[in-house]
């Protein structure tokens, strides 16, 4: 067990629907201690059709996850939204008690699960700091000493002697996760953080982050940030339904959990669509053509047909389309040169062929916008939609174009042809 941060068997949570459980005094405990024996016999004699009546009021948040993670690992969870990932988490930091099953802790924890919680409105942005970092488990001589460091990172200094319920959310987030990311523990709990502030600010938490997996210490991770996964995590754990997918190295992990989202996606545009996107001009259909609607040869043309309607009339449009690998990274993006008008009330169909196609073989989905303007961040863009189609390429065994097994680690473009000159 010595090097063993976290054990966990068994755990299982369930929590009942729609109903506000109370939180027991003493007398509710003697009196369920005294009526105990009672509701035993009940059981055991009494009528055969009494029920559960909450059964069909409950819900499994958790079901029979049992795992072990070792000292200095940094292991990420992933999963759609209901999982059971910050449940978890919450349980590992002691803020709510498994139904059944237990844990094993093996060191001092810190958790970062919702930044910002202790801080009072009306203090500063210095006491919030020592506010803060008391709730978190910092003594004060701790917080003293990082006292420079913490307010240094957050980018705050200017308005530390001001009541935070004065400052932008991303002042405030800034600072509560300055705060948060300074503990000094054995064991981190993560949970989706690093979303928080500007890009410049999320690329200090992730560089943090980095920091703290490096110092040796134990981090378990929850997000959908896939990047910050692969980037971090030499572990991951993939969950669904309230149990465990699969547990593994994060290239093969994420590329199982981005083939299920996009196998149960299926042909459903809408839940592929980006938020806010396809209100006046939207794709109602993507697909792939070529020998399958699944696949393709080392080479071949991608040709994609698109259905477009239109609530009004919109000129000078352009497509614009990015291919993504199996772990969703972009690949490669264009949009066409040539546009096109829609009026209202009437459907499209297109046709976009992306000829000199070099992707290496290997598992990849599409994504696709319609939209006008330039490309120097004036693109207006009037439909989003990402993950469809999805496809693989396949290893050209023998002809024209044959090549080698590809490993992914030389990335997903194939150079088709180079010139080399001895001088």
Request: proline share 2%.
């Amino acid at each position: 067990m010595g090097d063993v941060a976290i054990k966990i068997e068994g755990i299982s949570k369930q929590y009942r629907i729609g109903e506000l459980q109370k939180y027991k005094a003493l007398r509710d405990t003697l009196a369920d201690a005294m009526y105990s024996p009672f509701k035993l016999f009940h059981s055991i004699f009494g009528s055969s059709n009494t029920e559960d009546k909450g059964g069909n009021g409950t819900i499994w948040a958790l079901k029979d996850v049992s795992f072990e993670i070792k000292r200095g690992e940094v292991v990420g969870i992933i999963g759609r939204n209901g999982a059971g990932k910050s449940t978890l988490l919450k349980i590992l930091s002691r803020i709510t008690e498994p139904t059944c099953g237990y844990a094993e802790i093996h060191g001092r924890v810190g958790s970062l699960l919702e930044v910002g919680t202790g801080f009072h409105p009306e203090l500063t942005g210095r006491d919030n700091i020592y506010l803060n970092g008391a709730i978190l488990g910092l003594r004060r001589a701790e917080v003293v000493q990082k006292f420079d460091e913490i307010v240094a990172f957050s980018g705050t200094e200017q308005f530390l002697d001001t009541p935070v319920k004065f400052y932008s959310s991303g002042m405030y987030m800034r600072l509560a996760f300055a705060v948060a990311a300074h503990l000094e523990t054995e064991i981190v709990l993560v949970d989706e953080v690093l979303a928080v502030g500007d890009m410049a600010f999320q690329k200090k938490c992730l560089s943090r982050m980095g920091q703290v997996s490096k110092d040796g210490r134990t981090v378990l991770f929850v997000s959908h940030n896939i990047s910050a996964i692969l980037s971090l995590c030499n572990k991951v754990i993939y969950m669904a339904d309230g149990g465990i997918r699969a547990i593994g190295a994060p290239q093969s992990i994420i590329s199982s959990y981005l083939a299920d989202v996009l196998a149960n996606c299926g042909e459903d545009l809408e839940r592929l669509r980006v938020q806010g996107y396809g209100k006046d001009v939207w794709f109602s259909e993507i697909k792939m053509v070529s020998n399958s609607r699944e696949h393709l040869l080392f080479g071949q043309e991608l040709v994609f047909e698109l259905r477009v309607f239109s609530r009004r009339q919109v000129k000078h449009l352009s497509i614009g389309c990015t291919v993504f690998n199996d772990v969703g990274h972009p690949v490669g993006t264009l949009f066409t040169s040539e546009t096109f008008s829609v009026e209202q009330g009437k459907q499209y169909y297109l046709r976009l062929l992306i000829s000199n196609v070099s992707l290496a073989p290997g598992s990849y989905h599409a994504g696709f916008s319609i939209g006008y303007g330039g490309l120097n961040g004036m693109r207006h863009d009037l439909d989003i939609v990402i993950g469809s189609p999805a496809f693989r390429v396949l290893t050209l065994s023998e002809g024209e174009g044959a090549m080698p097994d590809w490993n992914r680690s030389w990335g997903n473009i194939v150079f088709k042809d180079a010139q080399l000159t001895v001088v």
